[in-house]
């Protein structure tokens, strides 16, 4: 097999996307769930942050980490997000949301497709066909807030396809958030999401069930302008923590954001510098720009950009619950 062939694979399998038959040896790491893609992170903010955001979940995309957090939006907001990974995967994404119905109303749309894959016989010699892997998911969300506590939903379905095979699943997120903790007048809000409650996927004549992942989440506003972040994330039977600090200026019109952040996930396989995020983001009005970067040391790098708007013209800020 080609050393770019065993990249991808390896790719494939760091990334935690879903196996086939001559990556399963790459991924078997990863465990047995199904549609594993679903442990990707979206947002370049969230990213940057080293994913640790369930207990920020402060804007549209909190529909990917804990939706209790769109309870907390003001007005009508948007956001694409285009990652780049190593070995040509990408992975695409449209969210939006909606104050309404005594509540917040949101709906999110994925893509992931890995490019070309050369295949392979047996015996690891090179084939003169491709194959693609890609993944879609469609999500509806519902997020509502009594006093300082929030709770929010979602239902997804989610499909996969390897060449000519196909897997369908629905699946369902339950989240809440707190935001009436005011120790020595700093605000701290505490969140909670679980993720990828849903049917079995049949890949292949073989049943798995869904990477459920659990989220717990806290975030503390040190001072104006300085917001510092930690989850624990379980998923596959494993617990990693993830921390980020966001710090704001504004200058002149605009407001500027530099972030940070570490994820252990993949120091075991890649080493300590593979958990290291960063990331940056200019606001003007009521328009977003946000990058990050996350290493995987001999692997490479990926980036996200997202780019945000906010309709009606408000310039409330979404805090949650209060």
């Not at 770019?4 to 694979?9: E, Q, V």
């Not at 370049?44 to 907390?72: C, H, K, T």
């Not at 917001?227 to 994330?233: F, G, I, K, T, W």
Request: charged share 20%; aromatic share 10%; proline share 2%.
């Amino acid at each position: 097999m080609t050393l770019k062939i065993l990249m991808k694979a390896l790719a494939l399998a760091v990334i935690a996307l879903p196996s086939c038959s001559d990556l399963m040896l790459a991924a078997s790491a990863q465990g047995t769930s199904a549609f594993q893609f679903l442990q990707l992170g979206v947002g370049a903010r969230p990213a940057a942050l080293g994913e640790a955001f369930a207990g920020v979940a402060d804007d549209v995309n909190a529909i990917y980490w804990n939706p209790a957090g769109l309870a907390g939006l003001k007005q009508r907001e948007m956001s694409v997000t285009h990652a780049l990974w190593f070995e040509d995967i990408t992975y695409s994404n449209l969210a939006c949301a909606l104050p309404v119905l005594g509540g917040t109303v949101g709906a999110a749309f994925n893509v992931l497709n890995t490019g070309d894959i050369q295949k392979a016989d047996n015996m690891g010699s090179k084939l003169s066909e491709n194959y693609n892997m890609s993944e879609v998911m469609g999500i509806v969300s519902y997020a509502r807030g009594w006093g300082n506590l929030a709770m929010g939903a979602n239902l997804k379905y989610i499909s996969s396809r390897i060449e000519e095979e196909t897997a369908h699943s629905f699946a369902a997120d339950l989240g809440a958030l707190y935001n009436g903790f005011r120790p020595w007048g700093r605000r701290v809000r505490v969140g909670l999401s679980v993720q990828n409650l849903g049917t079995k996927a049949e890949y292949m004549s073989e049943k798995a069930p869904l990477p459920v992942i659990v989220r717990q989440g806290v975030s503390v506003e040190l001072f104006t302008g300085l917001l510092v972040a930690s989850d624990l994330y379980y998923a596959e039977k494993e617990i990693n923590v993830r921390t980020g600090v966001e710090y704001t200026r504004s200058i002149g019109a605009f407001e500027l954001a530099a972030r940070a952040g570490y994820k252990n996930d993949t120091v075991k396989e890649l080493g300590v510098l593979s958990g290291l995020t960063a990331g940056m983001g200019i606001k003007w009005g009521d328009y977003q720009l946000d990058y990050s970067w996350n290493s995987f040391t001999d692997l490479g790098t990926s980036s996200r950009i997202s780019m945000g708007i906010k309709f009606d013209g408000s310039d409330a800020s979404a805090d949650g619950t209060e």
